[in-house]
T-cell receptor, first 111, second 115 residues
Framework: TQLLEQSPQFLSIQEGENLTVYCNSSSVFSSLQWYRQEPGEGPVLLVTVVTGGEVKKLKRLTFQFGDARKDSSLHITAAQPGDTGLYLCAGAGAGTYKYIFGTGTRLKVLA | DTGVSQDPRHKITKRGQNVTFRCDPISEHNRLYWYRQTLGQGPEFLTYFQNEAQLEKSRLLSDRFSAERPKGSFSTLEIQRTEQGDSAMYLC?????????????FGPGTRLTVL
């Protein structure tokens, strides 16, 4: 069974600090997606990474896909209160569209 | 493009009743997914369609759950004889096979409360 474990589960930081969220698995994924979800809403896609070792940047967010395509990280530089939310990673194995979601990291950025 | 829409946004029902949710995907998206999300957890895959064909189903989808996508456009998810454990947010997502790596766009969800 494929599992995606995220760490940390909860993170509370001050505005301006940097942080990294990790998404780990023992399984290989053909692609991996990161989402942010606000309370009572559906997840909103941030990025999709496909190639092992790939790095993508979205303003202050940097996403990396592990070389073996089993893990990923999300780094936020100079966090702002607007970054507050639930961050989710999700992936599917080759030949399937049965997406597995991570356990989530709940981030709170204090002004 | 108005995005994925779901109806209703909230549903309160009594145990034992049947409920049906609707999802309208982004137009021309040929894949449609259903997920269930409980408080504090990530979404759990229930099923997905490519056009009108239901290609994968999770073991979470018991015989009380059924999903359809009759014309390859909107989809419905029905839960029969609801139980309190069915209380959750039901999320729908859609994607297109013609847009590079599979990228899912989610709707706002239907929150079900079973009393």
């Amino acid at each position: 069974t494929q599992l995606l474990e995220q760490s940390p589960q909860f993170l509370s930081i001050q505005e301006g600090e940097n942080l990294t969220v990790y998404c780990n698995s023992s399984s290989v994924f053909s692609s991996l997606q990161w989402y942010r979800q606000e309370p009572g809403e559906g997840p909103v896609l941030l990025v999709t990474v496909v190639t092992g070792g790939e790095v993508k940047k979205l303003k202050r967010l940097t996403f990396q896909f592990g070389d073996a395509r089993k893990d990923s990280s999300l780094h936020i530089t100079a966090a702002q209160p607007g970054d507050t939310g639930l961050y989710l990673c999700a992936g599917a194995g080759a030949g399937t569209y049965k997406y597995i979601f991570g356990t989530g990291t709940r981030l709170k950025v204090l002004a | 493009d108005t995005g994925v829409s779901q109806d209703p946004r909230h549903k309160i029902t009594k145990r034992g009743q049947n409920v049906t949710f609707r999802c309208d995907p982004i137009s021309e998206h040929n894949r449609l997914y259903w997920y269930r999300q409980t408080l504090g957890q990530g979404p759990e895959f229930l099923t997905y369609f490519q056009n009108e064909a239901q290609l994968e189903k999770s073991r979470l989808l018991s015989d009380r759950f059924s999903a359809e996508r009759p014309k390859g456009s909107f989809s419905t998810l029905e839960i029969q004889r609801t139980e309190q454990g069915d209380s959750a947010m039901y999320l729908c997502a859609s994607s297109s096979t013609s847009q590079g790596p599979d990228t899912q766009y989610f709707g706002p969800g239907t929150r079900l409360t079973v009393l």
